[in-house]
């Protein structure tokens, strides 16, 4: 533990590992099975519990708590984790709870995140990479989110969700089904609104492969095809878009059903 990057008003168990360049703030609070990788910095009157493990170079603000029991009834005290990775911002009041028992027993939150002031995630929860939550956007238990996608200020997913890479909803959003990789969405409860064409344009998708999608969406949309019937065209379009093979994968594999 580097103890001149510690103030010394901040509450630590001596159990917590504490890597090199860690930075806590006054009047933090850090229990036992905790480990926080080198160069993050946490910063006052934030309460991390374990078992919680946090990755290099992340940011934590002020008030947040990470790492709490699970909101679930059926939570007995199991020894359940979270896992953070390297690179997050997680802003003031975010609240992040560990997993259960009856699910993968730990909550993930992958790289280069921002979740954004009064954010949730609930337990058991899989986060991926690049991802957005916006002002007090929350997730119900056992959601999965996918890369770049972007939840807009106080978008709600029902437990069980998957919300697929590179889509988008808009603010206030209600997610009661599965949101298909690259589809925008808004509403309560929310409906698809077109692709995310502009997002894909600052990840430097193509303007070939922006086309491509935008017929797999039409297909799954716009074409009055049964599901199983625009996947299979859908699958078509992938021999020449590989891109369109994460939507055929997510469709295929949807447990919920995707939103309509």
Not at 61 to 73: R, V
Not at 125 to 154: E, K, P, R, T, W
């Amino acid at each position: 533990m580097n103890h001149s990057e510690i103030d010394p008003r901040a509450a630590i168990d001596p159990a917590a590992e504490l890597d090199e360049g860690v930075t806590v703030g006054p009047f933090t609070v850090i229990g036992p099975d905790v480990k926080i990788g080198r160069g993050s910095t946490i910063g006052s009157h934030v309460v991390i519990n374990g078992p919680t493990t946090i990755g290099a170079d992340n940011r934590i603000f002020q008030f947040a708590s990470i790492g709490e029991d699970p909101q679930d009834k059926k939570y007995a005290g199991e020894a359940t984790r979270l896992e953070i990775g390297e690179r997050n911002q997680i802003r003031e009041f975010a609240t992040i709870h560990r997993g259960t028992a009856q699910d993968a027993v730990v909550t993930r939150i992958g790289n280069d995140n921002l979740l954004m002031a009064y954010t949730h995630v609930a337990h058991d929860c899989q986060l991926g990479d690049q991802i957005i939550l916006a002002n007090a956007a929350s997730l119900g238990g056992h959601v999965v989110v996918g890369d770049y996608a972007i939840l807009g200020g106080f978008s709600i997913a029902h437990q069980f969700c998957h919300i697929g890479a590179h889509s988008f909803s808009s603010m206030g959003s209600v997610i009661k089904g599965d949101v298909p990789p690259y589809v925008t969405i808004g509403g309560h409860p929310a409906k698809p609104h077109g692709i995310n064409s502009e997002g894909l344009r600052r990840r430097d998708f193509s303007e070939e492969t922006i086309q491509q999608i935008k017929r797999a969406y039409k297909l799954l949309y716009k074409s009055q095809l049964k599901r199983e019937e625009a996947l299979l065209q859908i699958k078509a379009l992938a021999g020449d878009c590989p891109e369109l093979q994460l939507l055929s994968g997510f469709i295929g594999e949807s447990k919920r059903g995707i939103i309509r």
